[in-house]
């Protein structure tokens, strides 16, 4: 019994050391770029955003995990009279929507094992949205957690034996949901760090 349970334990042992070895884990700096909707309610582009991905390769073409990010959209429009929730007030307004997704994802790798390696993939999961407009002393929020699908292209390029340089673009779909009656759409073009395991 314990010529087995010691087997056993090497035996996990070597096979998390060749899971870490099959392994990316990415984290990016993302320029978001408002659709749809959220584009009606903020044109600007963003430069507030970090994505983190995770994929476990099941085959070297192939990879699953998970994808999180954080994307934050700010305009200030000018001095004028607005309307929101049947209420018209002059003044400056400011505008803010903070975008958070949680996706199960995965990605087919075109040349696995190449140092130039483009990929395509989705993620499916969730979408947390929060809005506020803030007049003078008046703010109005507005928040959702919707479903969302997010198709994504792009590639890495080996700098090191276990280190890249990645860059993908992300199309976040982000369905109707809570106080939204319309979807929170964006693109992100996201530009990290990838490391390999070991």
Same mark, same amino acid.
């Given at each position: 019994?314990?010529?087995?349970?010691?087997?056993?334990?090497?035996?996990?042992?070597?096979?998390?050391?060749?899971?870490?070895?099959?392994?990316?884990?990415?984290?990016?700096?993302?320029?978001?770029?408002?659709?749809?909707?959220?584009?009606?309610?903020?044109?600007?582009?963003?430069?507030?955003?970090?994505?983190?991905?995770?994929?476990?390769?099941?085959?070297?073409?192939?990879?699953? &995990? =998970? %994808?999180?990010?954080?994307?934050? *959209?700010? $305009?200030?429009?000018?001095?004028?009279? /607005?309307?929101?929730?049947?209420?018209?007030?002059?003044?400056?307004?400011?505008?803010?929507?903070?975008?958070?997704?949680?996706?199960?994802?995965?990605?087919?790798?075109?040349?696995?094992?190449?140092?130039?390696?483009?990929?395509?993939?989705?993620?499916?999961?969730?979408?947390?949205?929060?809005?506020?407009?803030?007049?003078?002393?008046?703010?109005?929020?507005?928040?959702?957690?919707?479903?969302?699908?997010?198709?994504?292209? &792009? =590639? %890495?390029?080996?700098?090191?034996? *276990?280190? $890249?340089?990645?860059?993908?673009?992300? /199309?976040?779909?982000?369905?109707?949901?809570?106080?939204?009656?319309?979807?929170?759409?964006?693109?992100?073009?996201?530009?990290?760090?990838?490391?390999?395991?070991?």
């Amino acid at each position: 019994m314990k010529k087995y349970l010691i087997l056993t334990v090497i035996a996990l042992t070597l096979s998390l050391g060749t899971l870490s070895a099959q392994s990316l884990t990415t984290t990016s700096y993302s320029i978001g770029i408002p659709t749809g909707n959220l584009g009606d309610y903020i044109s600007n582009v963003s430069g507030r955003g970090i994505t983190f991905d995770y994929r476990k390769l099941v085959q070297p073409n192939i990879g699953v &995990g =998970f %994808y999180v990010g954080w994307n934050v *959209f700010y $305009a200030e429009k000018p001095y004028d009279t /607005y309307t929101l929730n049947n209420q018209s007030i002059s003044g400056k307004q400011y505008r803010y929507t903070n975008s958070a997704p949680f996706m199960f994802a995965t990605d087919y790798y075109l040349k696995p094992g190449g140092d130039f390696n483009p990929f395509i993939g989705a993620a499916v999961g969730g979408v947390y949205t929060q809005r506020a407009t803030d007049m003078g002393l008046y703010r109005w929020e507005q928040d959702a957690f919707s479903f969302g699908v997010t198709p994504q292209i &792009g =590639f %890495y390029y080996k700098i090191k034996t *276990f280190a $890249a340089l990645s860059v993908a673009a992300k /199309y976040n779909v982000v369905t109707k949901a809570g106080d939204f009656d319309a979807g929170q759409n964006y693109l992100s073009i996201n530009i990290g760090y990838l490391f390999m395991g070991n």
